[in-house]
């Protein structure tokens, strides 16, 4: 059994933060058509503007200054849309032949990826920070002796628009465990995490989920959660979209 570590925030190394995050953007969105029948869905819009540019926002106001973006459905009009990102300096991880799913797609971008450990974000999230800058919070917990993945979680009862049975159960230490079946698990993955490289070691050949590196994390006492301070949407769907802009204009 690995040895019991708290997360406690360290504020010595607060500002401490991974200069490059991996910008999930390969999906295909199915379940958002019709919208993403002309467009991938990091450029559909909420509140205003594209999904994917409120991830930069999140970036740039996090310091954060390299982003490797992974590209397969309507490559060339993310490319486009990417190609003059202000302070942040943007390389493309190209999946145009095969869409690699979370995992592959991870190990294909690791030699654009020059920092250890670094940030894999969904380009599909929509969050709002807390009382401190998320991105910033989560590096602030980091352990490197520890972890080889820290996932930002939000309460269940707190994950808007989201209608599953949530992911994880997390000890007080911060290790996590997968939901037992048919159970409803506290924490809902936000499609935020850090990572070191160390997670992507002897990866299978060709298209394969996180969740492989993932449970071999778990069963080795290596994978942690953080929790959201701020606001978090599923924005999975159409109708999503309306309910987590009405939501937002309530805040």
């Known amino acids: 059994m690995p040895a019991r570590r708290s997360l406690r925030l360290r504020p010595e190394i607060a500002t401490a933060i991974p200069d490059t995050a991996m910008v999930m ?25 594209p999904l994917i540019d409120h991830v930069f926002d999140h970036l740039r106001a996090a310091g954060i200054t390299k982003a490797v973006v992974n590209v397969h459905y309507l490559a060339g009009a993310l490319e486009a849309h990417l190609q003059n990102q202000k302070d942040v300096e943007v390389s493309f991880s190209d999946e145009r032949d095969l869409l690699l799913e979370t995992g592959g797609g991870m190990v294909k971008a690791e030699p654009l990826i020059h920092c250890d450990p670094f940030f894999a974000i969904n380009s599909d999230n929509y969050w709002v920070d807390g009382p401190t800058d998320t991105l910033r919070l989560l590096a602030s917990q980091w352990d490197g002796d520890a972890m080889d993945a820290l996932l930002l979680l939000v309460p269940h009862a707190r994950a808007y628009n989201h209608r599953a049975l949530g992911d994880f159960h997390m000890d007080r230490f911060g290790r996590l465990q997968r939901r037992n079946r048919s159970k409803v698990a506290p924490y809902v993955y936000t499609g935020i995490q850090l990572v070191s490289k160390r997670l992507l070691r002897d990866a299978p050949e060709g298209a394969f989920s996180t969740n492989i590196f993932w449970d071999r994390a778990i069963a080795e006492g290596r994978c942690f959660g953080a929790v959201h301070q701020g606001l978090w949407f599923d924005v999975g769907t159409p109708s999503a979209i309306r309910q987590t802009e009405a939501t937002l204009v309530d805040a």
């Open 25 to 49: 953007a390969a999906g295909l969105g199915k379940r958002m058509r019709p919208l993403t029948a002309t467009r991938p869905k990091p450029l559909i819009e909420v509140n205003g503007k």
